[in-house]
């Protein structure tokens, strides 16, 4: 799809310097940017780039002055990386806006669809299935008895909602992502073998949550598993069953949660954190990548290492450990000095 500089500078309230009526049908870096593509400016260092870019169209902020001659159509406005952020946004809804059920899919009749939606090719609609205006359900998706989705959420292709789940409105549940499986629940048995313990629960996502590709979240053994308003989940973490993860949480790729943990609000946990079960982690906590987790945890803690420690007592622990060779060297230097002396 093609777009005049006059179309732009329209959705973004901006200044047109150049030819309007140019157009561009592709998004690039300005360093890299073609004939026929639309960039931007926003970091100074990236200002000499703008004298030999190929792009056609070059978003720069208002305060910006050519010193030398240029070849791209200038669109002025007041904030040059939000304004292309803007256009992202609008591109990206554009390219997603499917409408319709392909075939061959399976759609109960039960399912109550809302307006607007999109039902990918090879997917499966289960038995009473309530679905709000504009979701969209792309190819090869499972989506099972009784979930309920949200409007304006997007489940894209490969992902799997088991049966009962709750998915809220504007998410995104990503590719490969598995909503609803069954807790890791067993029980040992006389013949030391291990029974399966029924996983009867659900789980809950709620309003504006991101769910990365390969990510999974287990259903709880009685009651939910429960994802607050606004969480955003990195691709390939484990969610055990009964957890719960605070509003506006933020846990990046191949962190582990285990059973029935408590994550509160505004907390941001780094990349292949281990959290045992059946604690408690306070609010606005920071996590370290590749921290262990063993114990509770208060509001406004910054932890690092395994097992984790304050970050402070971190840091200077760390600065001995560098040193350790050195002082195990300088302990057996006196130690000799004092066995010479005696």
């Known amino acids: 799809m093609n777009f005049t500089a006059q179309q732009i500078a329209g959705i973004l309230e901006g200044e047109i310097i150049g030819n309007p009526e140019i157009e561009v049908s592709r998004l690039s870096k300005i360093e890299e940017g073609t004939e026929g593509s639309l960039t931007f400016l926003a970091n100074p260092k990236y200002k000499p780039y703008i004298y030999s870019t190929k792009a056609s169209i070059t978003i720069v902020n208002k305060t910006f002055e050519p010193e030398n001659e240029i070849s791209t159509t200038l669109i002025k406005v007041d904030d040059a990386y ?10 990206n809804q554009i390219k ?10 399976f759609i109960s009749d039960s399912a109550v669809l809302g307006d607007d939606i999109y039902i990918g090719a090879f997917s ?10 504009n979701v969209k359900v792309f190819p090869g998706s ?8 949200g409007d304006n959420t997007i489940v894209f292709a490969g992902a799997k909602i088991y049966a009962e789940c709750r998915i809220g409105k504007n998410c995104v549940i990503n590719s490969g992502a598995i909503i609803g499986a069954d807790g890791f629940g067993f029980a040992p048995n006389g013949k030391g073998e291990y029974s399966k313990v029924p996983q009867i629960g659900n789980v809950i996502i709620e309003d504006f949550v991101d769910v990365g590709a390969a990510t999974t979240i287990d259903r709880a053994t009685l009651g939910s598993t ?4 606004g969480v955003k989940l990195d ?3 484990q969610i055990a069953h009964n957890v719960e993860i605070g509003k506006n949480t933020v846990i990046a790729a191949q962190t582990g949660i285990a059973g029935s943990t408590k994550i509160g609000e505004n907390c941001q946990i780094g990349g292949q954190v281990g959290i045992v079960g059946h604690i408690t982690i306070g609010n606005n906590v920071k996590i370290q990548a590749q921290s262990g987790i063993g114990g509770n945890i208060k509001d406004n803690e910054i932890l690092q290492g395994s097992p984790a420690l304050n970050l402070a007592d971190y840091n200077k622990s760390y ?3 560098k040193n350790l060779p050195k002082i ?6 006196l130690e000799k000095k004092v066995h010479g002396n005696n």
Do not use: C
């Open 235 to 237: 691709n390939q973490i």
């Open 96 to 105: 997603l806006n499917k409408q319709g059920v392909e075939q061959p899919s």
């Open 82 to 91: 939000e304004s292309f952020s803007k256009l992202l946004e609008y591109y």
């Open 319 to 321: 600065v001995h450990f």
């Open 124 to 133: 499966y609609i289960g038995e009473n299935v309530s679905m709000g205006k």
């Open 142 to 149: 499972y989506v099972g008895d009784n979930v309920t989705i």
């Open 328 to 333: 195990v060297k300088n302990i057996n230097e």
């Open 226 to 229: 429960i994802i607050r308003r």
